[in-house]
């Protein structure tokens, strides 16, 4: 029996021990500031003692300064196990920190005590991010159980602050370490469907814009005395639309949908009554941009757009940027895409793809710092919802995909 084999029989037998991890972690709850949380200190402190008992003690720890949160520092924890052939090395990349439960009377559990019941653990956190997170443990123990190190040096990173941007998590450690090498793989075990056959390569470019109007108000029965904010607002915001259609056309089917996306969102109230026209008017645009195009070249039409509404309808426009980011894409055929393929197509006999996605990951931290990485797990996407659950075969399965990975060809 080869050390993969023994791995995975080990890997068989391990739900009681998966349980009782995720229980520990989702019985610390690792809420960001933000939301009202103190942190993810004590859920890491807990994380590090349990592998210390379980024989993993080569940990590091960089934390973020944060004034807001008692002892003011945001936990970043890499564990490290050394391979045996100067292979190359892995990284699992999880997060700490979760999202506040919502409401409770929607829970048929607490959310905060994990129930292991008909194959899945419930609770607040434990698909996002513990079945990763959880997973990646897993699969080194399995690994070392099977007799011996990895082939490949096996790293752990698990992060603060991916909940709410990332700043004390990734984008701190990009900014104040070197941890990563080109030739990393690098998983991200934070997204996927529930036949585990999409490998997240690529996202499209993010702008979101708050736009304002200011026009002239005046009574409803006397329009041509003002200048109506909103039907201005209204024009911009299909004129803008449909760019989609005659500039930002093109297609690619790494993405669903295949095509830039603009689309007007939120509006805010302008005037109280009926027969009023309104002089203000706000609304937004969440925009998701073909990595073709990018977000400038989109403002640059937008701008166009905004200088012939304006003329038009006698207003003054203006828009302001609430969230933007621009990522790199891991190309389809990158080490970490192929051999991950080959470690899913093993353990779960499905042909995996790459794809890309309209949302935001911490991955495009990385691709745009130039490190090659993917999202990747079997998820049956429970995360943020009540009743947030994890199936116990998909935590065993993903580490095995890992310990696959971490044992090389």
Known sequence: MTQKDKAFKWLDGSADGIVELETLLSSIPAIAPESGGQGEMKKAEALIGWLGSKGIREIERFDAPDSRVPGGKRPNVVATIPGVDGSGRVWIMSHLDVVPEGDRSMWKTDPFQVLYKDGRVYGRGVEDNQQGLVGSIFATLAVLAGGGAPARTVKLLFVAD???GSAYGIQYLLKTQKLFRKDDLIVI????NAQGTEIEVAEKNLCWLKVTTKGRQCHGSTPDEGANAFLAASDLALRVHELEKTVFTARDPLFQPDRTTLSPTKKEANVPNINTIPGDDVFCFDMRILPCYSIERVLEEVSKIMRAVEA???VAMTY???QRNESKATPSDAPVVKRLAKAIKEVYGADAKPIGIGGGTVGAYL????YDCVVWARL????????ENAKIENIIGDAKVFASLMLGD
Do not use: K, M, S, W
């Open 162 to 164: 991916e909940e709410v």
């Open 380 to 387: 049956d996407e429970t995360a943020h919802q009540p009743n």
């Open 312 to 314: 038009e309808h006698g």
């Open 189 to 192: 075990p934070d997204g996927g």
């Open 367 to 370: 691709r745009n710092d130039g």
């Open 320 to 322: 302001e940027i609430a």
